[in-house]
């Protein structure tokens, strides 16, 4: 049964997804900030994480911060705000996803099976590597000139595409469906998970020489790269 922790201050938001979730067939951890999230987070390993922006005392921003120093699971924004800016701030923290206050319970539902869904599918090749970079997705570890990064389950599902296909230039609407988030309509969500692996694997963030930008159609991996 996989566990999912719901930090959120609102008590009968967390107490009706707590009972949503709880009825199919999820085990449900709440806090009611994020002191409380990461004790729970500390104790119970969640396999998904439910995320309130705004709470007093620590808010979301700063727990994703904390949060993603140590772990990777996926972790969903429930936030009443809907500028675009917040929501970048977001996914640049290392948030897999974001759903606006108020939601419907079934598209929350939808969203936490597919970021749980994709980390258990087996992909189709295990080890990749082009030039430099290596993947095993088999323990989900990633390499850079043989020093390991870690990377969101986001991050990962998007060098593993690159990965696969060196030089296939991907449009920013075929990645949001390899991450099976097509329902958000916001291309800038690759964007900003683009510009967070440069940030992390490219030498010269500025200059990438991995993941390129085409302009007008999206990305690919520097098909220079030799296997």
Same mark, same amino acid.
């Given at each position: 049964?996989?566990?999912?922790?719901?930090?959120?201050?609102?008590? !009968?938001?967390?107490?009706?997804?707590?009972?949503?979730?709880?009825? %199919?067939?999820?085990?449900?951890?709440?806090?009611?900030?994020?002191?409380?999230?990461?004790?729970?987070?500390? %104790? %119970?390993?969640?396999?998904?994480?439910?995320?309130?922006?705004?709470?007093? &005392?620590?808010?979301?921003?700063?727990?994703?911060?904390?949060?993603?120093? @140590?772990? %990777? @699971?996926?972790?969903?924004?429930?936030?009443?705000?809907?500028?675009?800016?917040?929501?970048?701030? &977001?996914?640049?923290?290392?948030?897999?996803?974001?759903?606006?206050?108020?939601?419907?319970?079934?598209?929350?539902?939808?969203?936490?099976?597919?970021?749980?869904?994709?980390?258990?599918?087996?992909?189709?090749?295990?080890?990749?590597?082009?030039?430099?970079?290596?993947?095993?997705?088999?323990?989900?570890?990633?390499?850079?000139?043989?020093?390991?990064?870690?990377?969101?389950?986001?991050?990962?599902?998007?060098?593993?595409?690159?990965?696969?296909?060196? &030089?296939?230039?991907?449009?920013?609407?075929?990645?949001?469906?390899?991450?099976?988030?097509?329902?958000?309509?916001?291309?800038?969500?690759?964007?900003?998970?683009?510009?967070?692996?440069?940030?992390?694997?490219?030498?010269?963030? !500025?200059?990438?020489?991995?993941?390129?930008?085409?302009?007008?159609? &999206?990305?690919?991996?520097?098909?220079?790269?030799?296997?």
């Amino acid at each position: 049964m996989k566990t999912i922790l719901i930090v959120e201050d609102n008590p !009968g938001v967390r107490d009706m997804v707590r009972e949503y979730l709880q009825e %199919h067939g999820y085990r449900v951890r709440v806090a009611s900030n994020g002191h409380e999230g990461l004790l729970e987070v500390r %104790h %119970h390993r969640p396999d998904l994480v439910l995320l309130d922006m705004m709470m007093p &005392g620590m808010d979301g921003l700063e727990f994703l911060r904390r949060f993603r120093a @140590a772990e %990777h @699971a996926p972790v969903v924004f429930l936030t009443a705000r809907d500028a675009e800016l917040d929501k970048v701030l &977001g996914l640049e923290l290392g948030a897999d996803d974001y759903v606006t206050k108020p939601f419907s319970m079934a598209e929350l539902l939808a969203r936490v099976r597919a970021h749980l869904r994709r980390g258990n599918e087996a992909p189709p090749s295990a080890f990749v590597r082009a030039g430099e970079l290596e993947m095993d997705a088999a323990s989900r570890t990633f390499l850079v000139q043989g020093s390991r990064v870690d990377l969101t389950r986001s991050e990962f599902e998007l060098m593993a595409a690159f990965l696969r296909a060196p &030089g296939r230039v991907f449009s920013r609407l075929e990645l949001l469906e390899q991450l099976q988030e097509e329902a958000l309509g916001a291309e800038r969500t690759i964007d900003v998970h683009v510009r967070n692996l440069r940030a992390k694997i490219e030498p010269e963030p !500025g200059k990438p020489r991995f993941i390129e930008t085409v302009f007008g159609m &999206g990305y690919r991996l520097n098909p220079d790269l030799t296997p």
